[in-house]
């Protein structure tokens, strides 16, 4: 059997496939391609215009003008990367509805990070995280610490599962030579990302996001169609059992009874309540309140009213992938049921080239197969902008903690102009490693790409959280509780990542022989423990060392950093506006929690 250079199958189950054309080799799709491509271009080259991009505060936070509507869409886009598309949909269609409960989470993250974090960096007067945690105290070992540990989860996360979750799309709709593909991408990307800085990233996310939304809701208008509403497709979903299952048991083939349900069972789920509520929450404070990639957006905002509508915006947005991701995922597994659903090891091969199952490809199936030429195109589109828009914010923000928390203690007196080199090449060289990244990405493939992602967040994040808050609520710890803190933590978390990986994460049909005692316990219960833990770490030793002395700055330096400070203050009307609009948020999150939960 031939395979392509991800391992995947080169024998399609899709009649286009088997007679050697490609699905999306028709005018119409490749005009939809183009014009997409001009287009993003073009609104890159006009933010590249119009933005002063000779300074760190111009590049890296678009000179701190963006307003609520374009911070909101890049939120969104930053976040849902191709990885969501396949992840989402692929972990839907093996499981059903408690993945999206990952997603709404965010609804409620949205307004604690816009309401209690941003203000506190904003008066901080920081760029970058560990600039934040720098200033909080004091030393270079924590910031130096952070910065490399960000740079070390954008490679083995984020570019990761965009770059594997784009190459499945592109093989299954193209059929183009894979390195090829993400090497055009990747150009393509760094082009507007190396000119424009952050304001060409936030625009060309703002255009994005649209064309995301328009196209996910288009293809689950057809798929819907295809099954014939709401209560069949919860009626088929729960029939969609493949044909071949030679010797295996139900539980690895048939769908799991609380299928459509959020809130499963606190032993026996597989998204167990607690973790999805506690675990859940510990991880997403980490990506939402403390990740460069996203609070570098909010620090670009205008004023704090922008910020917190900028939230407030991302966080509505946060309700559709239940609806444009979810949903579809379990569709393709009512449609495509002996290739999505596949059990036996040989089929899942024949069909997908990966013997552990082929649930990655529900998403990119769903649209290859169901849509008509010209959306197809647009489809692809949507994917491509997803890839792109996360790996923009990936590189930029990328880029500004090489530049302002690396290269500045290396040249301690490079010139603003030096800087913006610095962090360009960088970006380069990101570039490079993400290339020579994707024979490793294929090896790391489990069943489900977006398990993959959240144990890995899992193991390595929870320090970082537990840093953050108890910097920012509590006063008494000091840089040696928190230091030894994340390194800890940052070590428990590794032990149980690396024995997982000489292991494996295993299969249904066949489980790991990793120890229960190591890797027993739930990615999002070892979340909640290791964060336990790490608190306890960080207030232990800070209790047994010295304190941080208290410092204040005098009337002219504190006059001197406001000027350079986004606006805290708020005009009355607004101020109602968005804690009104956050409020209405944090009760849309109770009742979808409810109704589906």
Same mark, same amino acid.
């Given at each position: 059997?031939?395979?392509?250079?991800?391992?995947?199958?080169?024998?399609?189950?899709?009649?286009?496939?088997?007679?050697?054309?490609?699905?999306?080799?028709?005018?119409?799709?490749?005009?939809?391609?183009?014009?997409?491509?001009?287009?993003?271009?073009?609104?890159?080259?006009?933010?590249?215009?119009?933005?002063?991009?000779?300074?760190?505060?111009?590049?890296?936070?678009?000179?701190?003008?963006? /307003?609520?509507?374009?911070?909101?869409?890049?939120?969104?886009?930053?976040?849902?990367?191709?990885?969501?598309?396949?992840?989402?949909?692929?972990?839907?269609?093996?499981?059903?509805?408690?993945?999206?409960?990952?997603?709404?989470?965010?609804?409620?993250?949205?307004?604690?990070?816009?309401?209690?974090?941003?203000?506190?960096?904003?008066?901080?007067?920081?760029?970058?995280?560990?600039?934040?945690?720098?200033?909080?105290?004091?030393?270079?070992?924590?910031?130096?610490?952070?910065?490399?540990?960000?740079?070390?989860?954008?490679?083995?996360?984020?570019?990761?599962?965009?770059?594997? $979750?784009?190459?499945?799309?592109?093989?299954?709709?193209?059929?183009?030579?894979?390195?090829?593909? /993400?090497?055009?991408?990747?150009?393509?990307? !760094?082009?507007?990302?190396?000119?424009?800085?952050?304001? !060409?990233?936030?625009?060309?996310?703002?255009?994005?996001?649209?064309?995301?939304?328009?196209?996910?809701?288009?293809?689950?208008?057809? !798929?819907?169609?295809?099954?014939?509403?709401?209560?069949?497709?919860?009626?088929?979903?729960?029939?969609?059992?493949?044909?071949?299952?030679?010797?295996?048991?139900?539980?690895?083939?048939?769908?799991?009874?609380? $299928?459509?349900?959020?809130?499963?069972?606190? /032993?026996?789920?597989?998204?167990?309540?607690?973790?999805?509520?506690?675990?859940?929450?510990?991880?997403?404070?980490?990506?939402?309140?403390?990740?460069?990639?996203?609070?570098?957006?909010?620090?670009?905002?205008?004023?704090?009213?922008?910020?917190?509508?900028?939230?407030?915006?991302?966080?509505?947005?946060?309700?559709?992938?239940m609806f444009l991701m979810v949903f579809p995922g379990m569709i393709s597994r009512i449609l495509y049921t002996d290739v999505v659903a596949c059990v036996d090891p040989d089929e899942c091969l024949k069909h997908?080239?990966?013997?552990?199952?082929?649930?990655?490809? !529900?998403?990119?199936?769903?649209?290859?197969?169901?849509?008509?030429?010209?959306?197809?195109?647009?489809?692809?589109?949507?994917?491509?902008?997803?890839?792109?828009?996360?790996?923009? $914010?990936?590189?930029?923000?990328?880029?500004?903690?090489?530049?302002?928390?690396?290269?500045?203690?290396?040249?301690?007196?490079?010139?603003?102009?030096?800087?913006?080199?610095?962090?360009?090449?960088?970006?380069?060289?990101?570039?490079?490693?993400?290339?020579?990244?994707?024979?490793?990405?294929?090896?790391?493939?489990?069943?489900?790409? =977006?398990?993959?992602?959240?144990?890995?967040?899992?193991?390595?994040?929870?320090?970082?959280?537990?840093?953050?808050?108890?910097?920012? =609520?509590?006063?008494?710890?000091?840089?040696?509780?928190?230091?030894?803190?994340?390194?800890?933590?940052?070590?428990?978390?590794?032990?149980?990542?690396?024995t997982e990986f000489v292991y494996g994460t295993g299969s249904c049909v066949n489980p790991s022989s990793c120890p229960t005692i190591i890797c027993g316990v739930h990615y999002l219960y070892f979340s909640i423990?290791?964060?336990?833990?790490?608190?306890?770490?960080?207030?232990?030793?800070?209790?047994?060392?010295?304190?941080?002395?208290?410092?204040?700055?005098?009337?002219?330096?504190?006059?001197?950093?406001?000027?350079?400070?986004?606006?805290?203050?708020?005009?009355?009307?607004?101020?109602?506006?968005?804690?009104?609009?956050?409020?209405?948020?944090?009760?849309?999150? /109770? =009742?979808?929690?409810? =109704?589906?939960?």
């Amino acid at each position: 059997m031939a395979h392509d250079y991800f391992g995947f199958s080169l024998v399609r189950s899709n009649a286009r496939m088997n007679n050697g054309t490609v699905a999306l080799a028709n005018p119409a799709d490749i005009s939809v391609i183009v014009i997409y491509f001009l287009v993003v271009l073009a609104v890159g080259v006009w933010a590249m215009v119009r933005t002063n991009r000779s300074t760190v505060g111009g590049f890296f936070l678009a000179g701190r003008s963006m /307003v609520w509507w374009p911070i909101g869409a890049s939120l969104f886009a930053s976040n849902i990367g191709s990885g969501h598309f396949v992840g989402i949909a692929g972990t839907a269609a093996a499981a059903g509805i408690a993945i999206g409960g990952f997603e709404w989470n965010a609804l409620i993250v949205v307004v604690i990070l816009g309401w209690l974090f941003v203000p506190i960096y904003i008066k901080a007067g920081v760029v970058t995280m560990p600039e934040y945690l720098k200033k909080r105290f004091g030393g270079q070992r924590i910031r130096i610490y952070l910065s490399v540990l960000s740079l070390f989860l954008y490679v083995f996360t984020k570019i990761s599962a965009d770059m594997f $979750s784009g190459a499945i799309f592109i093989n299954q709709a193209l059929g183009l030579n894979i390195y090829l593909a /993400v090497v055009m991408l990747l150009l393509i990307t !760094a082009l507007y990302t190396v000119t424009g800085g952050l304001a !060409a990233v936030i625009y060309t996310d703002t255009l994005q996001t649209i064309i995301m939304v328009v196209g996910s809701f288009i293809l689950m208008g057809f !798929a819907f169609n295809e099954v014939g509403g709401y209560e069949n497709f919860q009626r088929r979903y729960m029939e969609a059992i493949p044909k071949i299952r030679t010797n295996i048991s139900e539980e690895c083939y048939e769908p799991r009874a609380d $299928s459509f349900h959020i809130f499963r069972d606190a /032993v026996t789920g597989d998204l167990p309540w607690p973790g999805l509520v506690f675990g859940l929450t510990i991880q997403a404070t980490w990506y939402w309140c403390t990740d460069q990639v996203i609070v570098q957006r909010c620090l670009s905002a205008k004023n704090l009213s922008h910020v917190k509508g900028g939230c407030i915006l991302c966080g509505y947005l946060k309700l559709l992938p239940m609806f444009l991701m979810v949903f579809p995922g379990m569709i393709s597994r009512i449609l495509y049921t002996d290739v999505v659903a596949c059990v036996d090891p040989d089929e899942c091969l024949k069909h997908c080239g990966a013997s552990v199952g082929c649930t990655n490809i !529900a998403y990119p199936k769903l649209v290859v197969d169901l849509m008509p030429n010209g959306l197809r195109g647009l489809m692809l589109s949507v994917m491509l902008a997803s890839l792109m828009s996360s790996l923009t $914010s990936i590189f930029n923000s990328a880029s500004t903690l090489f530049t302002m928390d690396i290269y500045t203690k290396v040249r301690r007196s490079a010139s603003e102009k030096e800087l913006m080199i610095a962090g360009r090449v960088f970006i380069l060289v990101l570039i490079g490693v993400s290339i020579a990244w994707i024979p490793v990405v294929q090896s790391a493939q489990s069943g489900q790409l =977006f398990d993959y992602i959240q144990s890995i967040t899992s193991y390595l994040t929870p320090p970082i959280a537990a840093v953050f808050m108890l910097g920012m =609520f509590c006063k008494r710890v000091n840089e040696s509780g928190a230091f030894y803190g994340l390194l800890i933590g940052l070590l428990i978390g590794l032990s149980r990542m690396i024995t997982e990986f000489v292991y494996g994460t295993g299969s249904c049909v066949n489980p790991s022989s990793c120890p229960t005692i190591i890797c027993g316990v739930h990615y999002l219960y070892f979340s909640i423990l290791l964060f336990v833990v790490s608190c306890i770490i960080i207030l232990g030793i800070s209790l047994m060392t010295k304190p941080i002395d208290d410092k204040h700055l005098s009337a002219e330096e504190k006059a001197e950093l406001e000027k350079k400070l986004t606006d805290t203050t708020e005009e009355p009307l607004w101020r109602n506006i968005v804690n009104a609009n956050a409020l209405i948020l944090l009760c849309v999150a /109770v =009742f979808c929690h409810g =109704f589906f939960g």
